[in-house]
C-alpha cells in the first residue's frame, strides 16, 4: 500500500513537482495488497461513463470507483471520452454500454436528457443508473451521488464578498451551456452577494469550454467595467480569468473565487491569481456511487441522493493532510 505523506507547511513549491514527487513515491512503493482472482468471469461488472470535460474531477471519480469496486469484488469498466465529446457522445457510449451487459452503470451525466434517456433504456433492460454530481432521480436511476450546487453557489459568493472586505464590483464568468448545476451555483452566490449592501453585481459574461475563448471573455469583461472580483462558475472560466488578470498584473487585486480542483487551478492558487477554490470530493463520489450501485443490486432502495459537502481551499490549507485527500485522491 502507498502511505500518505503527512502534511507540513512547506516553501513555496510548485504544484507541479509536488504532484511529481508524489507520483515517484507512489511507482517506487506501490505493490499489490491482494492477490487476484483465479477467474476474471466470477467478478461482477460496473460500468463507469466518464464525465465530460471533468479533467482531474473525472479522474478523482474514476480512482474512488476502482478502489470501491476492489474492495466489493466487481471489476470496473471505465468507458473514457475524448476531449472533444459532449452530451450525445457521452450517451451514446452509455447505451452501448447497456447493450453489452452491466450489472450497473454509473454516470455523471452531462444534461437532463442523457440521465433521462439512459434511465429510460436501463429501466427496460433491468440495469440500475446510480448518478453521480446530479440529484434528479428519474425513470431508471436507482441511487443519486450529488452535491448541493446552490449551497456551494453562497459558498464561493461569501468567499468572494469576505476577499473584498464587503465592498466591491463583482462579476460572474459562466458558461455558455445549459447546466443545470452551473444555473444553481450563480443563483446561490447572487443569493448571498445581492443581500450584502456593499456589494455591486456587474453584468457578468459566458464563454464555452475552450480557455482561449473564456479569456477573450474576461478580458471584454475587465475591458468594459471595474471589477474587484470575478466569480468563474467552472474550471475553464477560471482560468481564462486567471489569465487574463495576470496579463494585466493585477494579481492580488482582483480576487478570483471558483470551483475545481484541477491541477492548473491549484498552481494558480499557489501563486496568489485565484484566491479561493469551492471543490467536492470526486473520490467519495465515485466510491460512493459503486457502493449505492452494490446495495442496489444486492435489494436496497432509494428516494434521495446522498448530498457531499464542498469543502473551501486557499494557498493556506491546500497542504493540511485532510485537503490532501481531496486535492490528491491518488495518494494512499
Not at 452551473?182 to 459566458?206: C, F, H, P, T, Y
Amino acid at each position: 500500500m502507498i502511505k500518505r505523506i503527512t502534511s507540513i507547511r512547506l516553501p513555496h513549491v510548485p504544484i507541479v513537482c509536488f504532484i511529481a514527487v508524489l507520483l515517484s513515491l507512489m511507482f517506487l512503493t506501490s505493490c499489490s495488497s491482494e492477490p487476484p482472482l483465479d477467474e476474471e468471469s466470477e467478478l461482477r461488472h460496473i460500468a463507469l461513463v466518464a464525465p465530460v470535460h471533468a479533467e482531474e474531477q473525472g479522474d478523482a471519480i474514476r480512482l474512488g470507483a476502482e478502489a470501491a469496486a476492489k474492495e466489493y469484488r466487481f471489476e470496473l469498466d471505465y468507458i473514457a471520452l475524448e476531449p472533444s465529446d459532449d452530451e450525445a457522445e457521452q450517451l451514446q457510449v452509455s447505451l452501448q454500454a447497456l447493450e453489452r451487459g452491466t450489472s450497473a452503470i454509473l454516470v455523471d451525466p452531462a444534461s437532463e436528457a442523457v440521465l433521462k434517456d439512459l434511465g429510460v433504456k436501463a429501466s427496460a433492460a433491468g440495469i440500475p443508473v446510480i448518478a453521480l454530481n446530479d440529484a434528479r432521480m428519474n425513470t431508471g436511476v436507482m441511487a443519486a451521488i450529488a452535491i448541493n450546487n446552490e449551497a456551494a453557489g453562497r459558498q464561493a459568493g461569501q468567499q468572494l464578498a469576505d476577499l473584498l472586505g464587503g465592498a466591491g464590483i463583482v462579476a460572474i464568468l459562466r458558461s455558455d451551456r445549459e447546466d443545470p448545476d452551473l444555473i444553481a451555483r450563480e443563483e446561490g452566490a447572487k443569493q448571498v452577494l445581492s443581500n450584502i449592501s456593499g456589494i455591486q453585481i456587474a453584468d457578468g459574461a459566458a464563454c464555452g469550454k475552450r480557455e482561449d475563448a473564456c479569456w477573450q471573455a474576461a478580458k471584454q469583461l475587465l475591458d468594459r467595467d471595474a471589477i474587484d472580483g470575478i466569480l468563474a462558475l467552472d474550471i475553464q472560466a477560471s482560468l481564462g480569468a486567471a489569465k487574463e488578470v495576470a496579463r494585466r498584473k493585477e494579481q492580488g487585486r482582483i480576487k478570483i473565487v471558483t470551483f475545481g480542483s484541477d491541477l492548473e487551478q491549484l498552481q494558480l492558487l499557489q501563486d496568489g491569481v485565484i484566491h479561493k477554490l469551492v471543490v467536492q470530493n470526486g473520490f467519495s463520489t465515485g466510491y460512493l456511487g459503486v457502493e449505492q450501485a452494490v446495495k442496489v443490486l444486492d435489494g436496497s432502495r432509494y428516494d434521495k441522493p446522498i448530498v457531499l459537502e464542498t469543502k473551501v481551499i486557499d494557498a493556506d490549507n491546500m497542504f493540511w493532510m485532510d485537503n490532501q485527500k481531496v486535492l490528491f485522491p491518488f495518494v494512499k
